[in-house]
């Protein structure tokens, strides 16, 4: 049974724990094409969220050289390499599997995130990290009343809101703009990026009587189809509010997530 402070599903993919895609997975740097597949894995090097492995098999020729270091990456231990791409060197920025990973894995490759500029599923751009195929996010329209007060100020109050459910993250409450009260807050150069949600247009922070408290709500203006019903609507840090839905006072969960 969840506790008080977890009302929402756990993650619960193991580490360790191996996947095909049945994606099309393509990755570049500087325009030049590192890799194109369909024989992608996914592996759980921790539990929130996979990473891609590619086949040796479908890199461009030469875009790897070997460091010949070895290092341990969640369950497994690969050799690092770097890549280069055009006149792009990217050093540490890919691991090749060794023999400690599951069969599947060995000699494939798995690349830093950061290192590549673009990730594509089929068509569609990917940030952040790679969709895990055991994750939903859900935006619903819900008739449920909103209040947000930090510091005995209300800085929301809403009649109706979307609620967005995501596995493993506490439950969000979009409020329509016109529900915030905008006096209280001062927007934040803040912005982050979401695989399932997309980019944030907006961060705002609230200076209360005793303390400034940074960055607890934001916006997607323009979100992945997916949930494209928060479209220019506003959320609230749970873990940073006093949220209180149809005059019930949640419990702050104890992690942080956007």
Not at 166 to 194: I, K, M, N
């Amino acid at each position: 049974m969840a506790e008080d402070s977890v009302r929402y599903p756990r993650l619960i993919t193991p580490v360790g724990h191996v996947e095909p895609v049945p994606r099309r997975v393509r990755g570049t740097i500087g325009g030049h094409l590192v890799f194109d597949t369909r024989r992608a894995l996914y592996g759980w090097e921790w539990p929130p969220y996979p990473q891609f492995s590619i086949p040796a098999d479908d890199l461009v020729d030469g875009v790897l050289t070997d460091e010949h270091h070895v290092e341990t990456l969640g369950a497994w231990s690969a050799r690092r390499h770097t890549l280069r791409a055009g006149s792009e060197v990217r050093e540490g920025a890919a691991w090749v599997w060794d023999a400690t990973a599951p069969d599947a894995l060995r000699g494939a490759v798995r690349f830093e995130w950061a290192a590549l500029d673009s990730w594509f599923e089929e068509d569609e751009p990917v940030f952040v990290h790679p969709r895990s195929p055991y994750s939903r996010v859900d935006a619903l329209r819900s008739s449920s009343s909103v209040r947000v007060e930090l510091e005995g100020v209300v800085l929301a109050e809403a009649p109706d809101c979307v609620t967005l459910f995501e596995t493993g993250l506490p439950t969000r409450y979009y409020l329509d703009r016109t529900h915030v009260d905008w006096s209280r807050l001062r927007p934040s150069g803040t912005v982050t990026r979401c695989p399932y949600k997309g980019t944030t247009t907006g961060y705002w922070s609230f200076d209360g009587p005793t303390t400034r408290h940074e960055d607890i709500a934001w916006a997607y203006d323009f979100p992945t189809v997916q949930v494209n019903r928060v479209a220019g609507m506003v959320a609230f840090y749970n873990e940073h509010v006093d949220l209180r839905v149809d005059g019930t006072l949640l419990p702050r969960p104890s992690r942080p997530a956007p």
